[in-house]
């Protein structure tokens, strides 16, 4: 039955009424589809980041929840001057106008100084290839200390401060480390040594 061969005949009140109601009900059941769905995105709605650099993860946290945000610990990082668990920056910055429920995303400062493990290198390496290690640690160095009756440029020892380190204890990265290396000539047998250490360093940086 086509759509003609329905409507033929059919003149009373009472069908017509129905196809306006029908017509009344589906354009309001549109305006309420699209009304919810501004209601459930928060379309239009603004929200003032807050400040939260500087306050402790819980203050931080309870200040974004009470704005209707969400946060996300995005990075960690070291700062002596700051306490520790603090919040040292946020994105979106403080003061920008975001959706209700926008994540913002923190960096804290660590609730201690950062330890790294030791490496193997006194007794074992040269110079150039102790300070490749180190610094891939993240170790700053101060000027080898140079030790006479030793081997030139073979390392000793490495000390932090007054403290002589050893293998595989973890040592603070925020303190600069001190490379100890014979002073002296190479003997025949520390040459080849050497070579073969400088070497494997060498193509290991060039992977």
């Known amino acids: 039955m086509n759509i003609k061969a329905y409507f033929c005949g059919?003149?009373?009140?009472?069908?017509?009424?129905?196809?306006?109601?029908?017509?009344?009900?589906?354009?309001?059941?549109?305006?309420?589809?699209?009304?919810?769905?501004?209601?459930f995105t928060?379309?239009?709605?603004?929200?003032?980041?807050?400040?939260?650099?500087g306050s402790s993860m819980e203050i931080a946290e309870r200040t974004l929840e009470n704005a209707?945000?969400?946060?996300?610990?995005?990075?960690?990082?070291?700062?002596?001057?700051?306490?520790?668990?603090?919040?040292?920056?946020?994105?979106?910055?403080?003061?920008?106008?975001v959706k209700s429920g926008r994540i913002i995303y923190l960096t804290v400062n660590m609730m201690g100084e950062p330890m790294v493990k030791f490496p193997d290198i006194v007794g074992n390496s040269s110079l150039?290839?102790?300070?490749?290690?180190l610094r891939v640690l993240g170790f700053s160095l101060t000027p080898p200390e140079r030790v006479d009756g030793q081997p030139r440029d073979f390392v000793v020892g490495v000390r932090q401060g007054l403290?002589?380190?050893?293998?595989?204890?973890?040592?603070?990265?925020?303190?600069?480390?001190?490379?100890?290396?014979?002073?002296?000539?190479?003997?025949?047998?520390?040459?080849e040594e050497l070579y073969d250490v400088e070497t494997d360093v060498d193509a290991s940086l060039d992977f």
């Open 10 to 39: 059919k003149t009373g009140a009472w069908f017509w009424g129905n196809i306006v109601m029908m017509i009344v009900v589906a354009i309001g059941a549109v305006f309420a589809v699209f009304s919810l769905l501004g209601e």
């Open 42 to 53: 928060h379309n239009g709605e603004k929200i003032e980041v807050p400040r939260v650099v």
């Open 68 to 97: 209707r945000l969400r946060y996300a610990v995005a990075d960690s990082m070291y700062n002596p001057k700051i306490p520790g668990g603090a919040v040292i920056e946020q994105t979106p910055r403080a003061g920008s106008l």
């Open 128 to 133: 150039r290839e102790a300070e490749a290690q």
């Open 163 to 191: 403290r002589n380190l050893n293998a595989g204890e973890m040592v603070s990265r925020e303190r600069a480390l001190t490379i100890r290396v014979g002073a002296g000539e190479v003997d025949s047998t520390a040459v």
